[in-house]
Nanobody
Framework: QVHLEESGGGSVQAGGSLRISCKVS????????MGWFRQSPGHKRERVVA???????TYADSVKGRFTSSRDNYKHTLYLEMHRLKPEDTAVYYC????????????????????????WGQGTQVTVSS
């Protein structure tokens, strides 16, 4: 059974940094596409980044240059390092995953199409105060 568990959320002042993690269990290999999504009250869930097994990542324009995602395929863990945080980054951040051919992200996955991801974590709150 596949399980995704996020950790590391919290509160930070604008301009600060946070790192959140997502531990994946139940995958026997690393042939998967993973992603970080976020959702704030009254807004749709949106992609932050999609990343394939080779660490090739596609970021949302709103976070480019500030956020970096990486994977440790041995530990089955996905990371998101967030710098120069802004109040508008406040949201619940979700980790998502889907098995994929050779560990690549399809165009839909890279664009953050929610229905392309099969597994989701419970989310971790990130709050940025001004």
């Amino acid at each position: 059974q596949v399980h995704l568990e996020e950790s590391g959320g919290g509160s930070v002042q604008a301009g600060g940094s946070l790192r959140i993690s997502c531990k994946v269990s139940g995958f026997s290999d690393s042939n998967d596409c993973m992603g970080w999504f976020r959702q704030s009250p009254g807004h749709k869930r949106e992609r932050v980044v999609a990343i394939d097994s080779g660490d090739r990542a596609t970021y949302a324009d709103s976070v480019k240059g500030r956020f970096t995602s990486s994977r440790d395929n041995y530990k089955h863990t996905l990371y998101l390092e967030m710098h120069r945080l802004k109040p508008e980054d406040t949201a619940v951040y979700y980790c998502a995953a889907v098995k994929s051919l050779a560990g690549f992200c399809t165009m839909g996955m890279s664009r953050g199409r929610l229905e392309d991801f099969d597994y989701w974590g419970q989310g971790t709150q990130v709050t940025v105060s001004s």
